[in-house]
Nanobody, 116 residues
Framework: QVQLVESGGGLVQPGGSLRLSCAAS????????MGWYRQAPGKQRELVAD???????NYADSVKGRFTISRDNAKNTVYLQMNSLKPEDTAVYYC??????????WGQGTQVTVSS
């Protein structure tokens, strides 16, 4: 089982940037694909980016070219660099594993608010 703690969210103006961090615990971290998810009020949770244990990345069309996911296996940490933020990016952001067999309990998430 992996425990996850997200941080780095906040209030930012459109066009601004934020860097989210996810600190993980558990021996399985180094071998699983990790992802960043977000959930806006009244909407379904969606996967916005993921990264394999070997560093292969994928992005949702809505964030492609603006967000970058990365990981440091030695530190058990996954990051999300968010640039050119838009109001529609406003949501609670969570990290977790991607594959069904390795998804664990959800953490508290970190709030990202993009507003002028």
């Amino acid at each position: 089982q992996v425990q996850l703690v997200e941080s780095g969210g906040g209030l930012v103006q459109p066009g601004g940037s934020l860097r989210l961090s996810c600190a993980a615990s558990g021996t399985i971290f180094r071998i699983v694909t990790m992802g960043w998810y977000r959930q806006a009020p009244g909407k379904q949770r969606e996967l916005v980016a993921d990264i394999t244990s070997g560093g292969i990345t994928n992005y949702a069309d809505s964030v492609k070219g603006r967000f970058t996911i990365s990981r440091d296996n030695a530190k058990n940490t996954v990051y999300l660099q968010m640039n050119s933020l838009k109001p529609e990016d406003t949501a609670v952001y969570y990290c977790n594993a991607v594959h069904l067999a390795t998804i664990g309990p959800w953490g508290q998430g970190t709030q990202v608010t993009v507003s002028s």
